[in-house]
């Protein structure tokens, strides 16, 4: 492994860091790590009582918490973690928070990696393909992928790699959301069976073609989709069932209808 100090220490031994932690030892690395949760210590981690004491001879920190715990995270051992030493934060969190970060390592002399984690770590662990930005997100690339890691860096702003998991995010979360709200409709309707295949047929078939019709096709007939979503709605609501996600497309659709696809002004079509 060279000259890399690939000795790690890992703020957050929850579901995600548990299992970062234990591949890290897994391939080579030393790994500290602290948690004040009452959680189970990983296999191959030496665990702290004390944040500063976990911090000592490390050449990468990696913060796996919750967004709201990222600023108390690199606060609680700040003055004891080396000069030179990576600080990676791994939250999911808004490109202003990894900036503000950023400022704060920047002040010890850490160079700062925002680290994007690109899909669900359980099953992938360390491997759990990930994007990373900021000053330190070379350095960060260098240390973990020999140990099994895949990092892409993508810039040398930190809020880069966040920004992007946003993105995702947007689209992941939203297209959950209204595919629950679907298939609660389609329980109550008694159409379950065949609205689950019918889904599942849908997105087998979607491509980059498909994808270009939604846009461009909206925009063509927003004010016919808009009337078809309010008459979706109805049912629903005759269902039983809140139409949150449905309301917000007729929300969306109206919008649309007034500022373009892409925003007030803006006439282009993807």
């Known amino acids: 492994m060279g000259d890399v100090n690939h000795t790690v220490t890992v703020f957050g031994l929850g579901e995600a860091g548990s299992l970062i932690a234990a591949d890290l030892a897994a391939a080579g690395a030393t790994v500290h790590g602290y948690d004040p949760a ?8 030496e665990r702290h009582d004390d944040p500063k004491t976990a911090v000592h001879g490390s050449g990468l920190v990696m913060a796996i918490t919750a967004a709201a715990d990222a600023q108390a995270a690199i606060a609680q051992a700040w ?22 970060l950023n400022e704060t390592a920047t002040l010890r002399g850490l160079p700062f990696a925002d680290v994007a984690l690109m899909a669900p770590v359980p099953g992938r662990g360390l491997t759990a393909p990930a994007y990373a930005s900021g000053p330190g997100a070379t350095a960060y690339a260098e240390m973990v992928n020999p140990l099994g890691a895949r990092v892409e860096v993508v810039g040398e702003e930190p809020g880069t790699a966040a920004m992007r998991k946003l993105l995702r ?13 679907a298939t609660r409709t389609a329980e109550a309707a008694g159409e379950a069976e065949w609205f689950w295949d019918h ?13 270009l019709r939604m846009l461009s096709g909206t925009e063509k007939h927003a004010v016919r989709r808009r009337q078809e979503m309010e008459a979706a709605a109805q049912v629903l609501e005759i269902l039983d069932v809140d139409p949150i996600m449905t309301r917000s497309t007729v929300e969306s659709l109206r ?16």
Do not use: N
């Open 38 to 45: 009452d959680v189970p210590t990983p296999r191959g981690v």
């Open 199 to 211: 889904v599942v047929d849908l997105v087998s078939g979607a491509d980059e073609e498909l994808l």
């Open 79 to 100: 003055d004891a973690i080396g000069r030179g030493t990576v600080y990676a934060d791994l939250s999911t969190a808004p490109p202003s928070l990894k900036e503000d």
């Open 169 to 181: 995010s947007v689209f992941m979360k939203g297209m959950t959301a209204v595919l629950i709200e």
């Open 255 to 270: 919008k649309l209808q007034q500022d373009g696809l892409l925003g007030a002004g803006d006439e282009s079509v993807a």
